[in-house]
């Protein structure tokens, strides 16, 4: 149990980083998007993300929650269930209620 919880430690800390400034900066700046009502362009963040780093669960997220907002609960499934594959689901259940 303790060596599955300093794995799971490991990635974590490691993971972060990876994701970068740039990626940071059109996460933060589909978050504001999305706050503002303002989805094409939130999407439009979200999948630059995405396509910066492919294995971002968070760019996935904001994806998925935009997707729910506008109605494309399919495509919403399909984005939260990526981001469970990266990153692990008990991860992720603060950030897909946002």
């Not at 974590?12 to 978050?31: A, K, R, V, W």
């Not at 630059?48 to 495509?75: D, H, Q, W």
Request: charged share 20%.
């Amino acid at each position: 149990m303790k060596q599955k919880f300093l794995i799971t430690a490991a990635i974590l800390i490691f993971y972060y980083p990876c994701i970068g400034q740039t990626g940071e900066n059109h996460l933060q700046n589909g978050y504001n998007k999305l706050l503002s009502g303002e989805m094409e362009q939130a999407s439009e963040y979200a999948n630059m993300v995405l396509e910066e780093n492919p294995e971002n669960a968070e760019g996935y997220v904001l994806r998925g929650i935009i997707n729910k907002r506008t109605g494309y609960f399919e495509s919403a499934i399909s984005d939260f269930d990526r981001a469970c594959w990266i990153f692990g689901v008990i991860h992720l259940i603060p950030l897909i209620w946002r």
